[in-house]
């Protein structure tokens, strides 16, 4: 794209019900310090209309609202950029809040580096609550598997991720949008752009405050599937996969043989050296030392991220469930399809779009 080109930028927006929290985006975008772009909110079946919702807004934004029947946010998405009339999209989810300067900040970027694609940062606003902090946390931090996402070291080889991320009507055209994956439909998009020669970016100042999951099972859920996805992912794009894609399953697995070694060693089983000498059962404590220091750094940084305790010990919750869950499903996956050959569309059907 000749990058002199003037920016026309179109947000879209795919909802299902979520009536309060889309009313929430709808006013932050309100308040947008460049209100030059048209928003589409594509209402993916609601069971009762989002329409009035929509439009209460329409004498603060130039706003379409599209109603189709339900196929999930992937393909929902597709359907608004075939009738966006930008030539470079933004994709918002319902449970994000926009900072003023937000679109502002894209055009920006986008004008002085452009780039096909690119993904923001997403943060917790006060207001949110103490749960959404701790998950949060345990999404971004530099301590968690998180921190791979919004790193700076990362920004010029970067995956969005769908709450935040834009994509110009080029890099849209030429691969179609949007694959046929419900979940890990984002990095999905990004692989195909790498691999069709497309470029991507982190634009660190483009942050969203994102809502995320509102109870524990829901986001133990959440990073289950996003664990089993990856392996389905790494065999669509062959080439793609990563060595660090295995660090929640081996801490996972570390964490629980150190649990097995506590009563070892406080019940003074040592083992024989080649020597005949006895090697003293405290050693055995070294391992689960390293997993307590691990959790006490999560704790303490959390505490002093949101100024409270409360969410520093929630946040070792979350991230023990982050890891245990995306590790259990990513060990899943990697069993069924890589060492029992099995279909991905078989073993997670729930992972893709039904065809029909």
């Known amino acids: 794209m000749n990058t002199s080109r003037e920016l026309k930028l179109s947000v879209i927006v795919a909802v299902y019900r979520r009536e309060d929290e889309l009313r929430e985006l709808l006013e932050s975008l309100s308040l947008q310090t460049d209100k030059d772009f048209e928003l589409l909110i594509v209402d993916d079946g609601s069971p009762e209309s989002l329409e009035p919702v929509a439009m209460a ?58 780039v096909d694609a690119y993904g923001g940062p997403d943060a917790a606003e006060e207001r949110f609550s103490d749960l959404q902090k701790a998950i949060t946390f345990s999404m971004t931090s530099f301590l968690t598997t998180g921190g791979i996402r919004g790193g700076k070291r990362h920004i010029g080889k970067f995956q969005p991720r769908s709450f935040n991320m834009g994509i110009s009507r080029e890099a849209f055209l030429a691969t179609g949008g949007f694959g046929n994956l419900r979940i890990g439909e984002d990095p999905d998009l990004s692989l195909t752009l790498w691999e069709k020669g497309f470029s991507t970016r982190l634009l660190p100042e483009a942050k969203v405050y994102h809502k995320r999951r509102t109870s524990l099972r829901k986001f133990a859920k959440q990073v289950y599937e996003f664990g089993a996805a990856r392996p389905i992912l790494n065999q669509r794009h062959p080439g793609s996969a990563r060595l660090t894609f295995w660090f929640p399953s ?14 070892v060693a406080l019940c003074g089983y040592g083992q024989s ?30 505490t002093l991220q949101f100024k409270s305790i409360k969410v520093g010990i929630l946040s070792k919750i979350t991230t023990l469930i982050q890891f245990s869950c995306y590790g259990y499903g990513f060990l ?7 060492i029992l050959k099995r279909r991905p569309e078989d073993v997670f059907p729930g992972h893709f779009y039904k065809e029909k």
């Open 57 to 114: 807004f329409a004498d603060r934004l130039r706003i379409r609202y599209f109603y189709k029947a339900n196929s999930g946010p992937g393909k929902t998405r597709n359907y608004g950029m075939e009738r966006a009339e930008g030539n470079y999209f933004i994709f918002l989810d319902s449970d994000t809040i926009i900072p003023s300067s937000y679109i502002a900040t894209v055009r920006r970027e986008l004008n002085e580096n452009y």
């Open 273 to 302: 050296c080649a020597q005949g000498c006895r090697i003293t059962p405290l050693f055995l404590l070294i391992f689960p030392g390293f997993y307590a220091l691990y959790i006490a750094a999560v704790v303490i940084s959390a």
């Open 332 to 338: 899943r996956s990697q069993w069924n399809l890589n």
């Open 250 to 263: 081996v801490f996972i697995c570390g964490l629980l043989l150190s649990l097995l070694l506590i009563p």
